[in-house]
């Protein structure tokens, strides 16, 4: 059978695309994990799971081949009409004594051989002096997970959370510090709390980058940062619905339609949409959400596109975070035990973001891209708290409420140029560009309200051995709103920056010289103390990439980076920015064409200008000094057999504070260590010839060696973590069935463990619980 091969949108020196099959069930279904190469190219494509591919190439291409197990290779030549290219690929057929042997199609692509363009990088990830590892949502899907607090971190080695709250942010922490966190390449972290975690709705993937990353933001802790890439439009009709049944009256139903909007197709749209309701193994918590999230794209010309995309999320739940305390030991209270109240009205949260991007390619080497991006979150509610152990009876729990009323903002600005030119024998491949970044914070924050005629503060006392609820606490809200806050921060930044990445050899040796140069400036207001800073800054970066072989290389990275901190000192000092640095050595290695991925990497870490919440009053900062942080990450990704799919990773991280404010804390372990992180999840689709599209599901993830939320000169014995999750699935041309069954072993498991003040804090995790998946889509 020959290939459906037809026109294409040609750029000189790139092919785009869509696979899909001829025959079969699934005849014309887009067809995921096809390999994409030409002999014009400078790397190979790897089909994402809507078939689509980009290939590029150094000179124009006139040729390309696509391959994938199980179907008969296609050999397509290069036209130059200007209609979307589809290729078709048919079944391969096998026989072996008389019998027919018929393989798996239903692949699943767990790993991609490129970034996304949110990075501003072309080269492909195997030849990168960078480890950058993505989350497919194929993944996200056979792991149940709904958005970014859902596990998504499991796949990526070393990435823990801080458990603190699932409304207000993922909280990522690895290699020893709390990760930078991007959606579509920009910053919109606000300077407290958040974003709000990204939906699986609008994730088409989540790319982790190991180490500061200057070609993209270099405004994040040395560690790294990950990024959300959202769903964009697509030149085919796209339509699906996706239905999540669960424990404690979990129901969702999301919506993802997308497609052309005129005959010609240059206007195109993609619409998510997205219900939920659910309840929790927690007494009197609750979480309720919706979320629209409309895209429109708009091809002005064969060179010049427009894109605007909005996000808008609401959300309506019952506790900030489960938190629990307790003067008796870590994990001494039954897994639904709460100090919160019936009486206690919802926390809500409304979150507005929205995107305006430019795109125009100059020539088939040169490209500009401009990205504007705003952020809204606004955030009310009420929650009691414990401060400390009752000095008179310490299983007694002095709970007073407190309230919060925040307004975070973020506008971002950026424009970059790519290009590719020679100087002699050598290949640049150049990316320099400008960021902007204005953050501000409003709050009315931890309002002690409830007092009596007297000013003392009411207490709601709750024996932890015997607790009895039913207290009524009084609502309250801020009678002027936020012109009586108690909190007014901002943060602003603007930077330029140049990277070159410089081949040679044959392409086999790459090295990447870049600067970045960043100005930042904060001013704060805390309960009428006024402080303010200024801060310009170098940040140098140099990576070497060779490969030893077309599917192996080596790699060295040195990276800088600063996080701009807002926040003043009980006397009125300014917080300076941390500063970072990052030395990294790593081996890469493709297989199987790409099918599977590994990689290893060592670093080593320095931070300084540390900062943290003033003991004394936790609306003031002091800075507490620097660490360090060394250790191995490893990861091993995709379908290692025909049929598996594996995510396996290891991470050792050896972090401690190096300086201290209090010198009893120099060569202490840092704030929320994790010594050993390994996750496992196995995926295994039983051949075609037994029952076709039936598929498995094992995986765990394990912590030892586990530290506390805050640094202590002596470190107290924290429970290890482990939990087994398994399921089953079955899929055709157009449906999808998910069972997954989290904490099969029904462990009582901890999180984000801390002590002070005499009690043992800590958040609690679910018990064995089950989540069905259905998704149909045509």
């Given at each position: 059978m020959s290939s459906l091969a037809f026109a294409q949108t040609v750029v000189r020196g790139v092919v785009r695309g869509v696979v899909r099959e001829t025959d079969g069930p699934r005849a014309g279904s887009p067809l995921g994990g096809a390999t994409v190469s030409s002999p014009q190219a400078s790397q190979v494509a790897t089909t994402d799971s809507a078939g689509r591919f980009e290939l590029r190439g150094r000179t124009a291409i006139t040729t390309f081949t696509v391959s994938h197990l199980g179907y008969l290779p296609q050999l397509v030549q290069v036209s130059g009409a200007s209609q979307p290219l589809t290729v078709g690929l048919a079944a391969a057929g096998a026989t072996t004594l008389g019998e027919a042997i018929v393989t798996s199609k239903y692949y699943r692509q767990y790993t991609t051989q490129t970034v996304s363009s949110a990075l501003r990088l072309q080269t492909p990830l195997l030849a990168l002096s960078q480890d950058i590892q993505a989350v497919t949502p194929e993944v996200i899907f056979d792991q149940g997970s709904f958005n970014m607090?859902?596990?998504?971190?499991?796949?990526?080695?070393?990435?823990?959370?801080?458990?603190?709250?699932?409304?207000?942010?993922?909280?990522?922490?690895?290699?020893?510090?709390?990760?930078?966190?991007?959606?579509?390449?920009?910053?919109?972290?606000?300077?407290?709390?958040?974003?709000?975690?990204d939906d699986a709705a609008v994730i088409d993937r989540v790319e982790f980058v190991k180490g500061p990353s200057s070609f993209m933001?270099?405004?994040?802790?040395?560690?790294?940062?990950?990024?959300?890439?959202?769903?964009?439009?697509?030149?085919?009709?796209?339509y699906a619905a996706t239905a999540l049944l669960g424990s404690y009256d979990f129901y969702r139903l999301a919506a993802d339609l997308g497609g052309p909007l005129t005959k010609s197709g240059k206007l195109q749209y993609r619409l998510n949409a997205m219900a939920m309701r659910s309840n929790s193994f927690v007494q009197g918590d609750f979480n309720k959400r919706l979320l629209v999230a409309p895209v429109l794209k708009y091809q002005l010309s064969d060179r010049t596109y427009l894109a605007a995309e909005y996000t808008f999320q609401a959300f309506s739940y019952g506790l900030y975070s489960p938190i629990v305390m307790t003067p008796n030991g870590y994990g001494s209270l039954p897994r639904d035990f709460t100090i919160s109240e019936a009486s206690l009205p919802p926390i809500r949260v409304q979150d507005h973001s929205g995107f305006l991007t430019l795109g125009h390619r100059f020539s088939p080497n040169w490209q500009l891209t401009a990205r504007g991006a705003f952020l809204v979150d606004n955030a009310e509610g009420i929650y009691l708290w414990v401060t400390g152990a009752n000095a008179a009876n310490p299983s007694v729990l002095l709970r007073n409420p407190k309230y919060d009323l925040n307004r975070s903002q973020v506008l971002s600005q950026q424009a970059f140029v790519n290009g590719k030119f020679t100087t002699g024998a050598l290949t640049h491949q150049l990316l320099a560009g400008v960021d902007a970044n204005q953050k501000k914070f409003l709050a009315a924050s931890y309002v002690e309200y409830n007092k009596t005629d007297s000013g003392a503060l009411v207490y709601y006392p709750l024996d932890v051995n015997a607790p009895a609820y039913g207290a009524a606490v009084p609502d309250y809200r801020a009678p002027e709103g936020l012109a009586a806050r108690n909190t007014e921060q901002t943060v602003n930044y603007a930077s330029a920056y140049a990277l070159d990445e410089v081949a040679l050899l044959g392409d086999k040796l790459r090295i990447t010289p870049g600067l970045r140069y960043t100005a930042v400036q904060t001013s704060n207001l805390v309960s009428?103390?006024?402080?303010?800073?200024?801060?310009?800054?170098?940040?140098?970066?140099?990576?070497?990439?060779?490969?030893?072989?077309?599917?192996?290389?080596?790699?060295?990275?040195?990276?800088?980076?600063?996080?701009?901190?807002?926040?003043?000192?009980?006397?009125?000092?300014?917080?300076?920015?941390?500063?970072?640095?990052?030395?990294?050595?790593?081996?890469?290695?493709?297989?199987?064409?790409?099918?599977?991925?590994?990689?290893?990497?060592?670093?080593?870490?320095?931070?300084?200008?540390?900062?943290?919440?003033?003991?004394?009053?936790?609306?003031?900062?002091?800075?507490?000094g620097e660490n360090h942080a060394q250790g191995v990450d490893v990861d091993v990704v995709g379908q290692v057999v025909r049929g598996l799919n594996v995510v396996v990773n290891y991470a050792y991280n050896d972090s401690k504070?190096?300086?201290?404010?209090?010198?009893?804390?120099?060569?202490?372990?840092?704030?929320?260590?994790?010594?050993?992180?390994?996750?496992?999840?196995?995926?295994?689709?039983?051949?075609?010839?037994?029952?076709?599209?039936?598929?498995?599901?094992?995986?765990?993830?394990?912590?030892?060696?586990?530290?506390?939320?805050?640094?202590?000169?002596?470190?107290?014995?924290?429970?290890?973590?482990?939990?087994?999750?398994?399921?089953?699935?079955?899929?055709?041309?157009?449906?999808?069935?998910?069972?997954?069954?989290?904490?099969?072993?029904?462990?009582?498991?901890?999180?984000?463990?801390?002590?002070?003040?005499?009690?043992?804090?800590?958040?609690?995790?679910?018990?064995a619980n089950g989540r069905l998946s259905v998704s149909y889509a045509l």
């Open positions: 607090t859902e596990g998504v971190s499991r796949n990526v080695s070393g990435v823990t959370r801080l458990e603190i709250s699932n409304n207000l942010g993922p909280y990522l922490f690895m290699r020893g510090g709390q990760i930078a966190s991007l959606r579509n390449g920009v910053d919109l972290t606000p300077i407290y709390r958040g974003p709000v975690p933001n270099n405004i994040g802790d040395p560690a790294g940062s990950f990024n959300t890439v959202t769903k964009q439009p697509t030149d085919a009709p796209h009428g103390v006024v402080s303010a800073s200024r801060d310009q800054v170098l940040t140098p970066r140099l990576g070497l990439s060779y490969s030893l072989l077309p599917s192996l290389s080596v790699y060295g990275l040195y990276d800088r980076t600063l996080v701009p901190q807002a926040g003043t000192t009980s006397a009125g000092a300014a917080i300076a920015p941390l500063r970072g640095s990052n030395r990294e050595l790593g081996l890469k290695k493709n297989w199987f064409d790409g099918r599977w991925t590994s990689a290893v990497a060592v670093y080593y870490i320095k931070r300084s200008s540390i900062v943290a919440t003033d003991p004394n009053n936790s609306l003031y900062r002091i800075e507490v504070i190096d300086a201290d404010a209090n010198p009893l804390l120099v060569g202490a372990r840092t704030p929320l260590y994790v010594k050993h992180v390994q996750n496992t999840w196995l995926n295994y689709e039983l051949p075609a010839r037994l029952v076709r599209g039936l598929s498995f599901s094992l995986g765990y993830q394990y912590q030892a060696g586990r530290g506390e939320r805050y640094a202590v000169a002596t470190p107290r014995a924290t429970p290890d973590y482990f939990r087994l999750d398994g399921g089953v699935g079955w899929q055709s041309a157009h449906l999808k069935v998910n069972l997954l069954v989290n904490n099969l072993l029904n462990h009582d498991l901890i999180a984000t463990p801390w002590q002070r003040n005499g009690l043992y804090y800590w958040v609690p995790q679910a018990g």
